[in-house]
Antibody, heavy 120, light 111 residues
């Protein structure tokens, strides 16, 4: 069964850091690009970051550029997001998503999400 | 990068067809054939309905179709059914540093 399981969310104070993880199973992880997409409570979807299959290409939304870093470990079938200098506006449900191909930028599998709340 | 523009809401009766538009710019929708559409029911993760403008993933009903003209992409749902009531989002590739750009979402109501 294809599965993505996020972890690492929680309540954090503004300015602090958090690291999200996504464990993948049921498919050949290193064949696909992977992404993080977030959704603030009651709001729409926002693409946050993406990484190619071999980590050679990484992209970020302007809203997180310079603060968030995406990475992956193909040996561990895992995707990560290091989030620094967190702000209240980063509060959201963070989804890990698999690209349907190596570079299609379409997300055919999603995890259940991990909630990040930034508040003092 | 600004979000893609979608209508806030659309509605239709069972059996009818509706179209949801997604307007971007020449830097995203207009240049790349990498537009995708997602359906999201309340409390659920999004589901991919269309990718690369007009391709349907395995298992998605052929009542869902996609197209693009210039800077605007469109999702058409034919033969509306009650279970189609959901939020719909478009997404486009937007270049080598910002892979993805979502629209604001459209709430579809089946009357």
């Amino acid at each position: 069964e294809v599965q993505l399981v996020e972890s690492g969310g929680g309540l954090v104070q503004p300015g602090r850091s958090l690291r999200l993880s996504c464990a993948a199973s049921g498919f050949t992880f290193d064949d696909y690009a992977m992404h993080w997409v977030r959704q603030a409570p009651g709001k729409g979807l926002e693409w946050v970051s993406g990484i190619s299959w071999n980590s050679g290409r990484r992209g970020y939304a302007d809203s997180v550029k310079g603060r968030f870093t995406i990475s992956r470990d193909n040996a561990k079938n895992s995707l990560y997001m290091e989030m620094n200098s967190l702000r209240a506006e980063d509060t959201a449900l963070y989804y890990c998503a698999k690209d349907i191909r190596s570079d299609s930028n379409a997300f055919d599998m999603w995890g259940q999400g991990t909630m990040v709340t930034v508040s003092s | 990068q600004s979000a893609l523009t979608q209508p806030a809401s659309v509605s239709g009766s069972p059996g009818q067809s509706i179209t949801i538009s997604c307007t971007g710019t020449s830097s995203d929708v207009g240049t790349y054939n990498l537009v995708s559409w997602y359906q999201q029911h309340p409390g659920k993760a999004p589901k991919l309905m269309i990718y690369e403008v007009s391709k349907r993933p395995s298992g998605v009903s052929n009542r869902f179709s996609g197209s693009k003209s210039g800077n605007t992409a469109s999702l058409t749902i034919s033969g509306l059914q009650a279970e189609d009531e959901a939020d719909y989002y478009c997404c486009s590739y937007a270049g080598s540093s910002t892979f993805g750009l979502f629209g604001g979402g459209t709430k579809l109501t089946v009357l």
